[in-house]
């Protein structure tokens, strides 16, 4: 079965029963300060999770693009990606785990509607709970029970683990604790614990048998699908309380499904990388398969990225897409490949995807531009680097200097007869991973980072920008992207020079006029196609759903100042906003300026 036949029965089936198919968010968070990436396909949802009416109902499913890159070391593995699809459903207040449940694994076993997919071969967590005492939560018993009755009508006795979750006899279910089975975003809000479904990958072994976790770490046992039930709200004073709407939020990733699926031993076997390493292995003249993967792998999450707006550069996401690239090149030269063969893996990927994200095909010369300008910059970087090698500096101070990777300075020194202590270089690694993955982790804290009163003001501060610039500038001036914190708005724009200072005080003079006049901020929704002809701002090339939700600074939509597609939230009136003023104005890549 392919990747697209996955993709097309999921959101069928979904469809099938009442989901409205929403398309894919951009990887770039909109108006979200709290992470540099949409990172699961919940993120873009988080409002409509906090509560706020979704335009398309109660009931959405979709395949949304992400990028995680916490575990871009262990790319190379049999499953481990930087980007991938989540395939997801959602209920906001509307059905819960007894219809969830079950229709999770009828997709995963149903051979007309599903994937086919053979009910002896599944494992199930569910959420042990948090002590009871105080106003905790207790054992997710209904889970338990609902996944007993689903097993049972395929004749299957499905026994719960014990405290020692070992698998064994019938055990097919298994409570764990907060770490495994349970989600909540930041220290307090909603949250609630999951079930989560895995699939015996050697069915030809016997039955697992051992520790649960012992299992995952072995591959014997592969997670491909995760549904989170959050039906309580964390208080500050630590206790938890029922909601009174509940919601639900799958995930299951698509890479890995479709390996599943296919009986492929890794994600890189599937057809959605076969024609890229079919490329690769045409490329190369030496073979190294860890090499290939992570070049694939890499080259992919690039080109999305860029796809999507993100420009190679020192900080944030663009530092992340510049990581990326420039590991790519590395396992390039360790394939032998010849100078700029990147741009023709991004060229198949381009082919691969660009029917089903067709701003890839819109952006194919950016992409491959982008891709190129900083191979060659990478390459310059490399020469100084072994300029300082030459001198004998440290190679952990050369890593991080100039990204010179460990193993080039390896195999250096090995020509030149001295040995690299590689324990201290990995001592050094370790602690400054540990203090970037804890940057990451105070970066992700469950997209609820829009949601402060002066972020809101920001937000809606950040309209008036891009109208004012469009009166100074011109009418072809459309946004790159934003970032909103709670110190300041960024806005990144497309314009070929760099502002006069007279053009900078006119855009003050007017958002400043326009907060002077308190003038009100309006929503409204409306079938996309009508929305359009509004004339209301939005991203092209991004795809809508079918209800969009258009912000309106004035009276009416028709005489508004501004009006933009987007989620929200907004001040009530431009009154409140205080007083506009532009710090600096910069360019970030070429034809793209910044405004702080």
């Known amino acids: 079965m392919t990747s697209e036949e996955i993709r097309q029965k999921f959101l069928a089936f979904f469809e099938k029963r009442g989901h409205k198919i929403i398309p894919s968010a ?12 949409t990172t699961a396909g919940m993120q873009p949802l988080v409002p409509y999770l906090m509560g706020q009416p979704h335009p398309q109902g109660t009931r959405l499913a979709d395949c949304q693009k992400c990028v995680r890159t916490a575990d871009i070391d262990d790319v190379g593995d049999n499953r481990h990606l930087t980007f991938f699809e989540m395939l997801g459903n959602w209920s906001f207040g509307d059905y819960f785990k007894k219809e969830s449940i079950p229709w999770s694994f009828d997709f995963l076993i149903s051979k007309e509607e599903g994937l086919g997919l053979d009910p002896n071969r599944f494992y199930m967590t569910v959420f042990v709970g948090d002590p009871p005492v105080g106003g905790g939560i207790p054992c997710d018993e209904e889970s338990i029970k ?6 049972a009508k395929y004749g299957i006795e499905a026994k719960v683990a014990g405290e020692d979750a070992v698998v064994k006899d019938n055990v097919r279910i298994i409570p764990l604790g907060k770490e495994d089975n349970f989600w909540i975003a930041g220290e307090t809000g909603p949250c609630g614990g999951d079930t989560e479904m895995f699939y015996d990958t050697d069915p030809a072994a016997g039955q697992p048998a051992g520790k649960f976790n012992d299992l995952v770490l072995s591959s014997r046992l592969i997670e491909i699908w995760n549904n989170v039930f959050m039906e309580f709200n964390k208080i500050a004073n630590g206790k938890y309380e029922p909601l009174v709407k509940k919601n639900v939020d799958t995930g299951m990733g698509l890479e890995r499904t479709t390996a599943v699926v296919n009986n492929h031993a890794t994600v890189f076997d599937t057809d959605l990388f076969e024609p890229i390493m079919a490329k690769i292995n045409e490329l190369s003249k030496n073979d190294d398969e860890r090499a290939k993967r992570i070049v694939a792998d890499h080259i992919r999450s690039a080109v999305f990225m860029i796809a999507d707006g993100v420009i190679p550069s020192n900080t944030d996401r663009g530092y992340i897409l510049r990581r990326i690239l420039r590991r790519a090149v590395r396992y390039t030269d360790v394939l032998g490949m010849a100078q700029d ?18 701003n890839l095909k819109d952006n194919s010369s950016i992409i491959k531009n982008e891709i190129s300008k900083e191979e060659k910059k990478f390459r310059e970087t490399l020469e100084k680097g072994l300029r300082e090698f030459e001198k004998g500096r440290d190679p952990f101070d050369l890593y991080q200097s100039f990204g010179f990777p460990i193993e080039l300075a390896e195999e250096l020194a090995k020509e030149r007869g ?47 920008l891009q109208q004012a610039l469009a009166d100074v500038l011109g009418p072809s001036v459309a946004q ?14 497309a314009f070929d020079r760099k502002m006069t200072d007279e053009e900078k005080r006119k855009v003050e003079q007017i958002v400043n006029e326009k907060i002077g006049v308190n003038l009100p901020v309006n929503k409204v929704i409306l079938p ?10 939005h991203l092209f090339g991004e795809k809508y759903g079918d209800q969009v939700s258009i912000y309106f600074i004035g009276d009416s939509l028709d005489n508004a100042y501004s009006k933009e597609f987007c989620g929200g939230p907004h001040v009530a009136n431009t009154g409140v906003l205080g007083h506009f003023k532009i710090s600096k104005e910069e360019a970030v890549a070429a034809g793209v300026r910044r405004i702080k």
């Open 528 to 537: 996309r196609e009508e929305a359009e002809k509004t004339g209301a701002r």
């Open 480 to 493: 790159k992207g934003s970032n909103i914190t709670g110190e300041r708005l960024r806005f990144d724009f």
């Open 26 to 37: 951009s990887l770039v968070p909109a108006n979200d300060s709290s992470t540099l990436f």
């Open 341 to 358: 063969s990147l741009n023709q893996i991004a060229g198949v990927i381009i082919n691969k995807y660009g029917d089903i994200y067709t």
């Open 146 to 151: 609902i996944w007993q009755e689903v097993f």
């Open 418 to 464: 001295i040995t690299i202590d590689r324990a201290k270089f990995e001592e050094a690694m370790k602690k400054h991973q540990e203090l970037s993955k804890a940057g990451a982790e105070q970066k992700f804290k469950g997209g609820l980072g829009g949601d402060s009163e002066k972020i809101v003001k920001y937000h809606t501060a950040t309209h008036l």
